[in-house]
T-cell receptor, first 113, second 117 residues
Framework: DAMVIQNPRYQVTQFGKPVTLSCSQT?????MYWYQQKSSQAPKLLFH???????NEADTPDNFQSRRPNTSFCFLDIRSPGLGDAAMYLC????????????FGPGTRLTVT | AQKVTQAQTEISVVEKEDVTLDCVYE???????LFWYKQPPSGELVFLIR??????QNEISGRYSWNFQKSTSSFNFTITASQVVDSAVYFC??????????????FGTGTLLAVQP
């Protein structure tokens, strides 16, 4: 019955080595979001897709990119991870942009060594 | 600008005690939505409740209750007879209805609730 799935749950990467985090959903929702949550902080929105339209937050570093090849999948690419990018990355979906409820996945905890 | 403040960083209670988590919000919009999410140690954000700005009725769901007061811009969350399984970080969040734009969640900084046996 999993609705928003994130793989892997734990990811270790080396400083500067590109890494990709994956999110898939079975809800057929039009909007997919990526949040970054650092330790003891609130989730921070990085960007979202409405269908194929990509919407970046103004303060999201260029190091972070995203791809959405189809409705079900969305990827977060970190081109050159730094130590400061170690965090929990949460994927969420909503039915449409006006929908107020977001459904979150379990998150991927990224460690940068 | 919109903002959510959760002044309580950490709360520790003993099982069976009642506990209230405070949430104060700021917004210039007349139409908005308020949420509470629970984040257990596993990391997943679990949706608990959504209220819209036109509905100030308090809500009770089992041991959980919510008190929404527009006059004080507060949306407080009470857990009655707390249990160890309630231990988690609780986030209050605000979403504004911006016409055709995507609704975005503005989170507070969270309150870590520790329920001791």
């Amino acid at each position: 019955d999993a609705m928003v799935i994130q793989n892997p749950r734990y990811q270790v990467t080396q400083f500067g080595k590109p890494v990709t985090l994956s999110c898939s959903q079975t809800l057929n929702h039009n909007v997919m979001y990526w949040y970054q949550q650092k330790s003891s902080q609130a989730p921070k929105l990085l960007f979202h897709y409405y269908d194929k339209d990509f919407n970046n937050e103004a303060d999201t570093p260029d190091n972070f990119q995203s791809r959405r090849p189809n409705t079900s999948f969305c990827f977060l690419d970190i081109r050159s991870p730094g130590l400061g990018d170690a965090a929990m990355y949460l994927c969420a979906t909503s039915r449409d942009p006006r929908a107020t409820e977001q459904y979150f996945g379990p998150g991927t905890r990224l460690t940068v060594t | 600008a919109q903002k959510v403040t959760q002044a309580q960083t950490e709360i520790s209670v003993v099982e069976k005690e009642d506990v209230t988590l405070d949430c104060v919000y700021e917004t210039r919009d007349t139409t908005y939505y308020l949420f509470w999410y629970k984040q257990p140690p596993s990391g997943e954000l679990v949706f608990l409740i959504r209220r819209n700005s036109f509905d100030e009725q308090n809500e009770i769901s089992g041991r959980y209750s919510w008190n929404f007061q527009k006059s004080t811009s507060s949306f407080n969350f009470t857990i009655t007879a707390s249990q160890v399984v309630d231990s988690a970080v609780y986030f209050c969040a605000l979403s504004e209805a911006h016409g055709g734009a995507t609704n975005k969640l503005i989170f507070g900084t969270g309150t870590l609730l520790a329920v001791q046996p």
